[in-house]
């Protein structure tokens, strides 16, 4: 059945799609084995943008499958409490949503996280999810490597709306977010991910992603990979450093990261520089610009325990 959450009346800005987990923190430190009180929240990479986004303003439409359960309707919740296009969300009765389990650190290493999502409603996602009009009345399509690992059918629908978007004349934004584990094989993964991403106008890879998926080792050997398929920029996270990027036009410059003396959670870093440098470029900003937008809310995700938690409001990242 279909729920739905939100009037679709006006345009949407950004369409994302991909799976919700319900995700449990840690209260303390140590062995999850051993952990017995936890915090939950929401988690997912393409659902974090979706959520900073939203929150600086953007209309925001998410497209994915939940469970007729506790967690798919916490999901719904949050999607409401955020102000995110929940219209082609289906509440899917024959599978669960998933859930994830997360350790707390306190020393800025990467926590651990033990997932639950084998079978989940949102692996489920296919070709027939697609609405073309609601995609369609989207100027943006952001896609993600997570939503594409999940199974061959949720594979099928990134390819799908990849190529309808092109055709509507819509920018797209790819980020790699690389998930192993999820795949058949790394041949496969690197495969299907430069797909998606020669489909894109804007890549967004770690470095250690880019080098995997490319084959190069500099920035601008991974750049240079993709401007060469037909990409317009590429934005490389570089880690401390900050970030590099290079344009079609053959512009290209680093740009420093935000210090950070307290790093609290680093899961959902680069869901934030997602956010920072979408934002900025649907907004017209220059690239250099949006880069060191999203390295500022890459720095403020990190200080906060949960996914989307540190993701700021507009008045928040004026401050």
Same mark, same amino acid.
């Given at each position: 059945? &279909? *729920?739905?959450?939100?009037?679709? !009346?006006?345009?949407?800005?950004?369409?994302?799609?991909?799976?919700?987990?319900?995700?449990?923190?840690?209260? $303390?430190?140590?062995?999850?084995?051993?952990?017995?009180?936890?915090?939950?929240?929401?988690?997912?990479?393409?659902?974090?943008?979706?959520?900073?986004?939203?929150?600086?303003?953007?209309?925001?439409?998410?497209?994915?499958?939940?469970?007729?359960?506790?967690?798919?309707?916490?999901?719904?919740?949050?999607?409401?409490?955020?102000?995110?296009?929940?219209?082609?969300? +289906?509440?899917?009765?024959?599978? =669960?949503?998933?859930?994830?389990?997360?350790?707390?650190?306190?020393?800025?290493?990467?926590?651990?996280?033990?997932?639950?999502?084998?079978?989940?409603?949102?692996?489920?996602?296919?070709?027939?999810?697609?609405?073309?009009?609601?995609?369609?009345?989207?100027?943006?399509?952001?896609?993600?490597?997570?939503?594409?690992? #999940? !199974?061959?059918?949720?594979?099928?629908?990134?390819?799908?709306?990849?190529?309808? *978007?092109?055709?509507?004349?819509?920018?797209?934004?790819?980020? =790699?977010?690389?998930? =192993?584990?999820?795949?058949?094989?790394?041949?496969?993964?690197?495969?299907?991910?430069?797909?998606?991403?020669?489909?894109?106008?804007?890549?967004?890879?770690?470095? &250690?992603?880019? $080098?995997? %998926? +490319?084959?190069? !080792?500099?920035?601008?050997?991974?750049?240079?990979?993709?401007?060469?398929?037909?990409?317009?920029?590429?934005?490389?996270?570089?880690?401390?450093?900050?970030?590099?990027? &290079?344009?079609?036009?053959?512009?290209?410059?680093?740009?420093?990261?935000?210090?950070? !003396?307290?790093?609290?959670?680093?899961?959902?870093?680069?869901?934030?520089?997602?956010?920072?440098?979408?934002?900025? #470029?649907?907004?017209?900003? +220059?690239?250099? $610009?949006?880069?060191?937008?999203?390295? &500022?809310?890459?720095? %403020?995700?990190? $200080?906060?325990?949960?996914?989307?938690?540190?993701?700021?409001?507009?008045?928040?990242?004026?401050?």
């Amino acid at each position: 059945m &279909k *729920m739905l959450t939100t009037a679709h !009346s006006t345009p949407l800005d950004v369409v994302t799609l991909g799976e919700a987990m319900a995700m449990f923190v840690a209260t $303390q430190t140590g062995d999850l084995a051993e952990v017995e009180t936890f915090t939950k929240r929401i988690a997912g990479a393409e659902l974090n943008v979706a959520i900073g986004l939203a929150r600086l303003g953007l209309n925001v439409g998410w497209v994915s499958r939940v469970g007729n359960d506790t967690f798919g309707r916490f999901t719904l919740q949050q999607l409401k409490k955020e102000g995110i296009n929940a219209q082609q969300v +289906t509440v899917d009765g024959n599978y =669960p949503t998933g859930f994830q389990i997360k350790s707390k650190t306190t020393d800025g290493t990467d926590p651990s996280v033990e997932y639950f999502r084998k079978g989940s409603a949102a692996s489920h996602l296919s070709a027939d999810d697609f609405n073309r009009d609601y995609f369609g009345s989207a100027r943006h399509l952001h896609l993600s490597g997570v939503a594409a690992a #999940l !199974s061959g059918q949720s594979l099928a629908l990134c390819h799908h709306a990849a190529r309808e *978007m092109r055709a509507m004349g819509k920018t797209i934004s790819f980020d =790699p977010n690389l998930r =192993p584990v999820l795949w058949s094989s790394q041949q496969v993964m690197i495969e299907q991910l430069n797909k998606l991403a020669f489909a894109a106008d804007w890549v967004l890879p770690g470095l &250690k992603e880019g $080098q995997i %998926l +490319t084959g190069q !080792s500099t920035p601008e050997g991974i750049a240079d990979f993709y401007l060469e398929r037909g990409v317009q920029a590429v934005i490389i996270k570089t880690g401390p450093d900050g970030a590099w990027f &290079k344009t079609a036009a053959g512009d290209q410059a680093a740009v420093a990261a935000v210090k950070v !003396s307290n790093v609290v959670d680093t899961v959902g870093a680069g869901d934030g520089f997602a956010v920072g440098t979408i934002s900025a #470029l649907l907004e017209g900003k +220059t690239l250099k $610009q949006a880069v060191q937008r999203g390295n &500022k809310i890459g720095s %403020l995700a990190i $200080q906060a325990i949960g996914d989307s938690e540190g993701l700021p409001t507009r008045a928040a990242l004026a401050e």
